[in-house]
């Protein structure tokens, strides 16, 4: 059975980093294709970050395309998501995606592409 389960949420001021960790669960992260998405209060749950399978490269939501950092931990099997530079907009809760059944032709932006999901870590950013 595969889990997801994430951490490293919290309040960080404005401006600040945190770095959200995936741990995975009965499947191995190295032939994955991950992702984070987030969710604000009233919000439809949005991309944020992916990674493909077999190590094909990285998709990033453009906005977040400099601030946050995807990372794939094959000995931990886990998948970390560095965010920089946050801001007050950047708070929702975080959720890390898998799925196993990718190709290239996978569009790795939406939802119903992974088939895993975790609970959600919350990140406020607030002075």
């Known amino acids: 059975q595969v889990q997801l389960v994430e951490s490293g949420g919290g309040l960080v001021q404005p401006g600040g980093s945190l770095r959200l960790s995936c741990a995975v669960s009965?499947?191995?992260?190295?032939?994955?294709?991950m992702g984070w998405f987030r969710q604000a209060p009233g919000e439809e749950r949005e991309f944020v970050v992916g990674i493909k399978g077999g190590n094909r490269g990285t998709v990033y939501e453009d906005s977040m395309k400099g601030r946050f950092a995807i990372a794939r931990d094959n000995a931990k099997n886990t998948v970390q998501l560095q965010m920089n530079s946050l801001q007050p907009e950047d708070s929702a809760v975080y959720y890390c995606?898998?799925?196993?059944?990718?190709?290239?032709?996978?569009?790795?932006?939406?939802?119903?592409?992974?088939?895993?999901w975790g609970r959600g870590t919350q990140v406020t950013v607030s002075s």
């Open positions: 009965g499947r191995t992260v190295s032939s994955a294709a």
């Open positions: 995606a898998a799925s196993w059944q990718w190709n290239s032709f996978s569009d790795y932006r939406s939802k119903e592409f992974y088939e895993f």
